[in-house]
């Protein structure tokens, strides 16, 4: 096992209890912090090579979102550490009841190539905060990303506490055969089931973010020129390659005319008259997802875009009319810039298509109508939503980023990704006295003693809950 | 820590079929197998036919799909049927608990009925509190917006109930899980077999059937229940078995909630009240004849302790049982054949000081102290889960948070001082689900503390509000305004160092003054 001798010493770390005190978590926080000052100007150039990855993009979710995690957990993370103390019944008055946060030990985290910096940054500031030893494993899709990382994290951070290890699927199979205290896997569902498989040999924790095809409903009801730029932003943004972004669009055949002259006038405000010429659109990390995404083009009929060039890795910002349910663009994530258009007759229809397929990552939906909207998130179910916009809600540190049945479980961002790390221990802390006060639990039993205890233990009905 | 023994299970029949090894993985693509199959009530699509429970997970999806358990009123309505339940069927509760394992019926009612009732009200209490939508905070970007977290059920839910507390470890997450708005499939243990019954005939009575249904399963049957598409498991048992299931659940990337176990150490300092010790631990051993996965396993302490500590034992217990605790009315059992031999052979470890008397046709063993103990004795290799207390030496408090973190972490750390400083230690250098300083098992009454274990005794946490935050989905949610589309506009293309100013400007979290040190 050619990585048990890297664990046993990041083990055997994190048992002499260096990575406790607040002290070295924030000094650590805040070496990652000079990683993204220091390395800012690598950081771009990485990614503008792997994947021509615009710099306004990779400065605002590499950089700036990375940077928000991290002054959020500096700002609060005391906070956060301490002792929660509850509430106590009769019996333990005079007692010490609190949770206890504890780091869970060693925690591996594999990050994907899409978000190649901001996808292993965030979880691992939580992982830190929490008081844990860390193995990044970054993605070896994007080479020089993953080149850089390898060698310039670990000058950050300190060696007996956090390695980075490169993979490929063999080696990554190999480290999951370790015991680690928690594993934080983003990728798809199928590798995830893997993921989770082998830590169930060990009973390992893991936070699985997977993926999906995010429907995006628009209603009959809104301003269709505010629609089109948002979704279209969404859509296009990382030419496609985003786990959140708006997969396919339900609406119905009215809305579907009016769309697309609008997602025409977006396209070309955003990219040009020639996107491939646009400093502001990348291309496809890589040659066989290229041919994944190209082969999805017979779906339907393109009303928008649909040039390719293999040798750019270049797929222009399409928007397809017309798809059906047995299309291949609806048969798997997309992950591209192709945005279908499925037809439907309602809002009761768009809710069925979406319930009668696995469970995505977002549920968009667009109305000027609130009660649509609400009718949309009441009656779905999803890892999180966005009424009227695309991709927003996981800008927001005070709300839960997750998925939920083939789009992954647990949750992050903010103080969630400290309380992943966090082993939530219950505690209680009695007196060595007072003995007189557990008289009543001991046999010999009788129904007087347990009537005196039922009252010094018992929860009592208090008057009906207001109704929602 | 060490990798790698595993514990037999105690109370376990055999293990269920591990099932087949997954080849290793590609990457990128996934199956066209993960998308349903797009017929009604249906999400995430049913595993194949020719499964023996399909039809009645179909069953439940296909009501939980249509929205009935999503209004308060009728989870209320659900949770205080339970209530009744545990009214109405009380005696019966006691008599099954009775008959299959001797429960005195002081302990059954406190742990089955007192217990769940007061994890029903505290849920009762709070639920309208609990489902709300949390409004959070909003950065500059979103201040005009609606964000919060709003509280999904995930669904079909399975929750699988141990022997040892049979009611309690059924219904208290199963207390959640419909507070939470799932439906749920609950199995019972097969061990325990009047209440099984009892569960199997009786509750399906106050519950609604179109949500909630008892099946009766024993090993294989519960293999093949497994193979379904559940959105949560909820699994109470041996870290073996666990294993298992979560393996199981991976096949359908569903959530778990494992309560498992391990042998939790109990470590005694040189100042403490010893006969005040020796009651509690006896207490903590001895209650439910020590098949309590709570209990204190064994005791780490010094020599000279160990000398004072005997006759307190002996004292705790004969108060507590009586000189021949076999004819004490307050001593129950062990729960089957197979257990009671598997406990017995373990009184060879060491040199019996108290108790060690069994009798096989009554499942009978006595309550028991054993010294002269070495760490590869038998009784140290596996969770004793009976009414055996081992008392291991050591030197001192380094001495015994060693040996602790050496070894699997357990459900529960036990440290007893006169001196806080020493609880502190322990607490603060080892690892374990939850800890109690100068008592035992009292930490789990309480339902603001969250139960549940860490590494080899489990993963995920309940009782109280953490039952219902493990079945719920917390969805995050941002409503915005359709129009202010000039908001917007900085993030749009084409990009501009400006826009990315400005950008940066109206989203960014700044660092605020150094942290108060804790």
Redesign the interface.
Known sequence: NPYAGLVSHL?ATW?S?KTRP??YR?AQLEALGRFLDEKKQDILEATALDMGK????A??TEI?LC???L??T??N??HW??DEH????L??QLDS?F??K?P??VVLIIAPWNYPIHLFLVPLIGAIAAGNCVVVKPSE?TKNTERLVAEMLTCYLDNDCFAVVTAG??ET?RLLEN?F?YIFFTG???????V??A???????VT?E?GG?NPCYVSDT??V???A??VA?GRFFNVGQTCIAPDYVLCSVEMQEKLMPALREAIT????SNPRE????GRIVGD??FR?IRALLCSGRVAIGGQTDEKERYIAPTVLADVL?SDPAM???IFGPILPIVVVASVDEAIDFI?????PLAIYA???D?KV?NQV?E?T?????????TL???????????G???S????YHGKFTFDTFT???????????L?AL?AL??????QQ??GL??AT??????GM????
């Open positions: 083990r048992l209890g607040m002290e924030v615009p710099s306004f993009e400065y605002f700036l940077k928000n995690e002054n959020d500096l700002n993370l005391c550490m301490k509850v509430d106590k019944n019996v333990t009841a949770i206890r504890d869970y030990g899709t699927v063999e199979t015991k205290d798809t569902p199928s590798v995830g089931r893997i989770m498989t830590a169930a040999k060990h009973l390992t924790p699985l997977l095809k809104c301003d020129q505010n629609v730029q948002r932003w405000e955003f990219f040009g646009s400093p502001d659109f066989k997802q994944r349910p048969q798997e994530e319930n009668a397929r696995p469970r667009f109305s000027c609130s909207v998130l009656r179910s999803s890892g999180g939503f966005c009424g009227n916009d927003m809600h996981v800008t927001l540190t005070s709300l839960p980023f997750g939920i049945g083939n992954g479980l647990g949750k082993h939530h221990r219950g505690c209680l802390h009695r007196n060595m006295g003995e557990n639990r001991y046999p010999p039993y009788s003693k347990l205890l039922t233990f018992e929860i009592k009905r208090k809950c207001t109704l929602l």
